[in-house]
């Protein structure tokens, strides 16, 4: 008889309070400055708060063994004088050991019907153009009408009243 290693089973459920910490701490793992430096969206711990207190009905983790290995953060947006309403991926991640084993879309697939069930008819994501993985992902589940986004920064210590003010608080 032929031997076979039993897969550990995925459990997909809503965050709860006690998982923030570990989702901070894993999306810090992801969403680092040195891996997309043009991350116009910082990773800090007033994300996974914020959306878990405003939209928590959106926020979703998938574990494993007991041990939390992805999750995502969405959000309704609700647009003045229009009928639809669009669900928004704020942050979706996967920790890095458990990629390839579809937990991303099982994620998206969980969200998706989510938001129908809140009446939602588009649903948004945003990436740096460069994060060919989540391109490919978001292409792959049906996202289309790509547009490249236009982000700019300005070093604000060159401009006269800041070195003015940096002096006179010396």
């Given amino acids: 008889m032929k031997a076979t290693s039993a897969k550990p089973k995925l459990h997909i459920r809503q965050m709860e309070f006690e998982d923030l ?3 901070f701490r894993l999306g810090e793992r992801l969403f680092t ?4 430096p043009s991350l116009y969206r910082t990773w800090d711990e ?3 708060i914020s959306l878990f207190m405003t939209d ?6 998938a574990e494993t063994d007991g041990k939390l290995v992805g999750f995502i953060l969405g959000t309704i947006i609700n ?20 990629k390839r084993q579809k937990i991303g879309s099982r994620l998206l697939n969980h969200l998706t019907k989510i938001l129908i069930e ?7 994501i945003d990436t740096d153009p460069n994060n060919e993985t989540a391109v490919k992902f978001f292409k792959k589940h049906g996202f289309e009408n790509e ?11 060159d401009h006269p009243h800041y070195i003015k003010r940096s002096l006179t608080d010396q």
Avoid at 33 to 36: D, I, P, S, V
Avoid at 147 to 157: A, D, I, Q, S
């Fill in 21 to 23: 910490e570990k989702v």
């Fill in 33 to 36: 400055a040195e891996k997309w």
């Fill in 46 to 48: 007033y994300e996974p």
């Fill in 56 to 61: 928590g009905d959106f926020c979703w983790v």
């Fill in 79 to 98: 647009k003045r004088r229009s009928s639809w309403r669009y669900g928004h991926v704020i942050w979706q991640g996967v920790e890095e050991g458990y």
């Fill in 118 to 124: 809140h009446d939602v008819r588009m649903l948004l």
């Fill in 147 to 157: 547009v490249e986004h236009v982000y700019m920064t300005k070093n604000l210590t």
